[in-house]
């Protein structure tokens, strides 16, 4: 029924914190940027809260979009500008348009012990964009589709239930729950573009087995028929979510959505101002009274679109980073301190987005170019015994690696010397600390330094 389709493997994102929990981020990727209008997916979970200290997420803006919140357990108390209060739980759904603007927040309850559940995002069309904010929450029942295959279906339309939650493109969300062995056919239109995130158990899509935490997509026009999905021994549970393809470019940067770089200035601008754009959150206490925007990068960030479905037949993708600037600074859920989970406030989206996922989790540091990151030969860096992170300023000539342990010590040694110089001399191209280290240190093979400034 369907033979193109791409496994999307999640990357892990703190939620910030020193027992931050950890959300598994699939959407937006390197190589796919929408799924229909469904342009972020965090699935986290279950989690002991009395471990990660539970959701605690001031009050933070947003424009040009939607969240989507459904819960698996726990229970999240959501507040916003409009003045809803409002519980997520397991099985109810929560869908706040942001419109031209809102500020709202996320607290798990006292009563929450194991949080489990998806943040989901839709981007908004640039005809809607800017409509009036809103809420809406809606139960929806629980379907017996077939022996061994339940769903409920909170956005859109499938098996003849339809919700009655407001989206502003033709779109699927459902929840779907299979017996152990069982198969079922998702019957979504053609034109829809068509992801299955795995929560619970393991399923095959088509003939593609997807993991917990993988978003599996087939691209519109690829599965005639219906998508096929199967559980494996243990069964599975499942999120569909699908939707026509998303032809137009937005610029998605921190909590903001718009078509352009001045877009997200204003938005910017208006939340740092506490303008009446995005109002204010009555009734919520924590640490901190709002969330503050993140600095923007030095350049224009650029719209972008969704990548070309390279329909590659169950290659997992790493999703590394998007693309987006909106992806270096994680969304508010990611980061309750005010800066994104791979990243800082002032640090530049671009060079970020630029830093491969593997080398920035292993090596990646504050303050430190992902430019440099990049260049450096990765399998050096693990295999040696004494340089480290103090170290990413410099470059181990290769033919040290294979020198004796005489030279081991000498770099050793070097790289005492090194941390004695001040702080305020180690900045990049001061010249110094190279002249130190050369003028002290043994030439490797052509008379060269074992160190050299990239």
Known sequence: MNDDVQVIVPREVPLGGPRAMTVRRTLPARERSFVGAWCFVDHYGPDDVSSTGGMDVAPHPHCGLATVSWLFSGEVEHRDSLGTVALVRPGEVNL????????????????????????????LPSARADVEPRFEHHVPRVLEVDDGVRAQVFVGALWGSASPVAVETPLVGAE???????????????????????????????????????????????HPGGVSVTAGPQGARVLVLGGEPFGEQVVMWWNFLGRSHDDVVAARAAWEAGAERFGTVPGYTGPVDRIPAPALPGVRLKPRGNRVDRGNRGNRVDPGVSGFAGDAEAPALACPAGGGARARPGVSGARLAARPAPLAERFGRVGVSGARLAARPAPLVP?????GHRFVGWRVHRAHWDGSRERHAQVAERQTR????????????????????????????????CFSAR
């Not at 299979?178 to 795995?198: H, M, N």
Request: charged share 15%; aromatic share 6%.
């Open 418 to 449: 090194w941390l004695q110089v001040p702080v305020s001399e180690r900045a990049w191209g001061f010249k110094s600390p190279l002249a130190h280290i050369t003028a002290n240190g043994p030439r490797c093979s052509g008379g060269r330094s």
């Open 96 to 123: 706040m348009t942001a419109g031209r603007g809102i500020s709202h927040s996320e607290v798990s309850t006292p009563a929450t012990t194991v949080l489990h559940g998806a943040q989901l995002w839709l981007v």
């Open 383 to 387: 295999r040696h015994p004494v340089v």
């Open 176 to 222: 779907v729950v299979l017996d152990a062995g069982v198969s079922v056919v998702l019957p979504v239109p053609d034109g829809f573009e068509v992801a299955v995130l795995g929560d619970a158990g393991s399923v095959t899509v088509g003939e593609f087995a997807v993991a917990r935490g993988e978003l599996a997509v087939v691209g519109a026009a690829r």
